[in-house]
């Protein structure tokens, strides 16, 4: 109840520019990171969660600041907007690198990033920041999210969904179902734009959706709970068929989604998971 509670908020407040910042280079980028400094899973999510949501703060912070800039530009001051654009693009990889530290302080696992491991990473990439800089990027993050920084990740989602079905009697292979998961919850952050487009297009039955068709549906894009129930179902579906009936229900019975939206978010991950258009 908390977390559906959690989710129709987020989805209330939904920015314009949500997901904006999801594309895979980035998902990707945080992802090869966070397995070279050894994080589990949850601080990779929340790690892109964090730096989607930091980066929307900020772009608008600017976008702000520069309707500010050409007003007193008209008077002789201020900076142009592509100095302020600059801003954004000379800082990504640091606020990147800063989200991944944040997170993996969020988590429960030991192992942190520290000043030292991210330092010598950006010097690698010939950045030549400095321990202060470092903090500071951090602090910025922070400040920037009003310190809210411990959201719920679909991780979270996934595996309070697993174990409700698991108490409600749904008797399920847990450990291969909970490693199908993660490997599909990863892909499904790898391949978002294509796997959202294939859903877009089977909700509308239509393959050219509007730009209002894709404006209303970021709300589809950005919820979690729907995004955990149709990774669970695909998982279910490849690993034990005969039971993915069953599931279907339980989950529909659990979070109110409809078994038509869970088997249609199935059919699309499922999609490009095979890379075939066959039913």
Partial sequence: IHLATESERYLSELP??????KGTRIVEFIFLLSEKWHLDQSARY???????????????EICKSSRENVKSHQRGQGSSWSSLEDQIYDTFVLRLVSCIQL???????YNIVNSDMAL????????SYTKQELLESELAVLKTLHFQINMS????????????LGHNGCLLPEKPLHQMCMQLLDFSYLTRDAIYNTLLKIAIENSTPSKLQVAKFLTVKEDFMLLAVGIISTSVFMLNP??????????????GITSQ????FSYAVLKHIVGSTTP
């Fill in 46 to 60: 929340q790690a892109v969660e964090l730096l989607e949501r930091f980066m929307i703060r900020q772009v608008e």
């Fill in 153 to 164: 990740t679909p991780l979270a989602y996934v595996e309070l969904l697993l174990e409700v």
């Fill in 261 to 264: 939206s869970i088997l249609e």
């Fill in 120 to 127: 010598k990473f950006l010097q690698s990439l010939k950045y």
């Fill in 242 to 255: 005969g039971q993915w009936k069953q599931v279907v229900e339980h989950l529909n019975c659990i979070t």
């Fill in 16 to 21: 314009e520019q949500a997901g904006c910042f």
């Fill in 103 to 109: 997170a993996s302080k969020l988590s429960l696992h």
